[in-house]
Nanobody, 120 residues
Framework: QVQVMESGGGLVQAGGSLTLSCAASGSIFRVVAMGWYRQGPGKLRELVASVNSAGIPVYADSVTGRFTISRVNAENAVYLQMSSLRPEDTGVYYC??????????????WGQGTQVTVSS
């Protein structure tokens, strides 16, 4: 059994900052990659940022320079530091992880989501 859980969302004014946290737990052999997606009102779920096992980050163009993703492998955790927040950043943020439960079996896991609301 594997669980992925996010926390850290909340209400913040435009220009403010928030840091989201995510940790995977359970029967884990290896975490390959972790990342963050979001879904705003009336929008499709989109990639915000991700980091692979080599520590290489990828960012959506809309957040480059404002958000920073980091990973702590020993904790099976990933963080998203968000600054200079804009109202268009509002949405439900989901943690995503590609996890091997055994040496030969992997799956994609999602957290339940955490709400980020940026007021103007």
């Amino acid at each position: 059994q594997v669980q992925v859980m996010e926390s850290g969302g909340g209400l913040v004014q435009a220009g403010g900052s928030l840091t989201l946290s995510c940790a995977a737990s359970g029967s884990i052999f290896r975490v390959v990659a972790m990342g963050w997606y979001r879904q705003g009102p009336g929008k499709l779920r989109e990639l915000v940022a991700s980091v692979n096992s080599a520590g290489i980050p990828v960012y959506a163009d809309s957040v480059t320079g404002r958000f920073t993703i980091s990973r702590v492998n020993a904790e099976n955790a990933v963080y998203l530091q968000m600054s200079s927040l804009r109202p268009e950043d509002t949405g439900v943020y989901y943690c995503n992880a590609h996890i091997y439960r055994t040496a030969s079996s992997w799956n994609e896991y999602w957290g339940q989501g955490t709400q980020v609301t940026v007021s103007s």
